[in-house]
């Protein structure tokens, strides 16, 4: 079961890295193709500097996901891993609420089952 944590673990980190890049560098155009069921499309060109300082904070998530993989302390390691797990898990779970259902399945699940894993192992 570790190594499906640590799986889940990377795969959530990727995510974000990914979500940092589309808020931050291509917001008027991948981010309008993933959030065109959110967001009218005149508001994305306002609302890019937002979008930029919400890239930033997704890429303190994928930053602590990554730093877990570099401590040496297996309860460090698991305890870092289970605190930004968890905010990306409730940043999901906000997101459903307030923009998007899919931003669930996209974002809070896979945390959520790398959170899972995490604990089973």
Same mark, same amino acid.
Do not use: R
């Given at each position: 079961?570790?190594i499906?944590a640590?799986?889940l673990?990377?795969?959530?980190?990727?995510?974000?890295?990914y979500?940092?890049w589309m808020?931050?560098?291509?917001?008027?155009?991948?981010g309008?193709?993933v959030?065109?069921k959110a967001?009218?499309?005149?508001?994305? +060109?306002p609302?890019?500097?937002? &979008?930029?300082?919400?890239? %930033?904070?997704? !890429?303190?998530?994928?930053a602590?996901?990554?730093?877990?993989?570099?401590?040496?302390?297996?309860?460090?390691?698991?305890?870092?891993?289970?605190?930004?797990l968890?905010?990306v898990?409730?940043?999901?779970?906000?997101?459903?609420?307030?923009?998007?259902? +899919?931003?669930f399945f996209?974002? &809070?699940?896979?945390?959520? %089952?790398?959170i !899972?894993a995490i604990?089973?192992?």
């Amino acid at each position: 079961m570790e190594i499906v944590a640590k799986i889940l673990i990377a795969i959530v980190a990727i995510e974000h890295l990914y979500i940092l890049w589309m808020e931050m560098f291509a917001w008027e155009t991948k981010g309008k193709e993933v959030f065109k069921k959110a967001l009218p499309a005149e508001m994305f +060109k306002p609302t890019k500097g937002l &979008a930029a300082n919400q890239g %930033l904070y997704n !890429g303190f998530l994928a930053a602590g996901l990554i730093w877990s993989f570099l401590i040496d302390d297996p309860k460090w390691q698991t305890n870092i891993a289970l605190f930004f797990l968890g905010c990306v898990a409730v940043a999901g779970i906000y997101g459903a609420v307030s923009a998007t259902k +899919k931003i669930f399945f996209v974002q &809070a699940l896979p945390a959520i %089952l790398a959170i !899972g894993a995490i604990l089973l192992k």
